[in-house]
């Protein structure tokens, strides 16, 4: 098994939720709804659930092995780091514009 993309569809600052995920698997199979959530000690990932008659959230799609759940974990922390990296640097870059448009 291969991830072969990973997008970050959508970043936020406010509450736990940090962003939410989309993934494809060999080019094939897509996952939908991840989400990144800041933990008490660290980033990590949810995969995504929906809410039983019980009112419990289950997982509906989510990693068997713990190898699998490294290799998605991983894959999507560095995506979410890259994604934040350049819009540092989108931020800097305007930044330095603004400034030198008003010298």
């Not at 959508?10 to 959530?37: C, E, N, Q, Y």
């Amino acid at each position: 098994m291969e991830i072969t993309d990973v997008k970050i569809r959508k970043i936020m600052s406010d509450g736990r939720l940090r962003a939410v995920v989309s993934l494809t698997i060999d080019d094939m199979f897509a996952v939908h709804d991840i989400k990144v959530v800041q933990g008490d000690e660290r980033l990590f990932v949810a995969m995504p659930s929906r809410k039983d008659e019980n009112g419990v959230f289950r997982d509906i799609v989510h990693p068997i092995s713990p190898a699998a759940r490294k290799l998605f974990e991983e894959n999507i922390l560095e995506a979410y780091e890259r994604q934040l990296a350049i819009m540092e640097t989108e931020s800097a870059v305007e930044a330095a514009e603004e400034e030198a448009e008003e010298l």
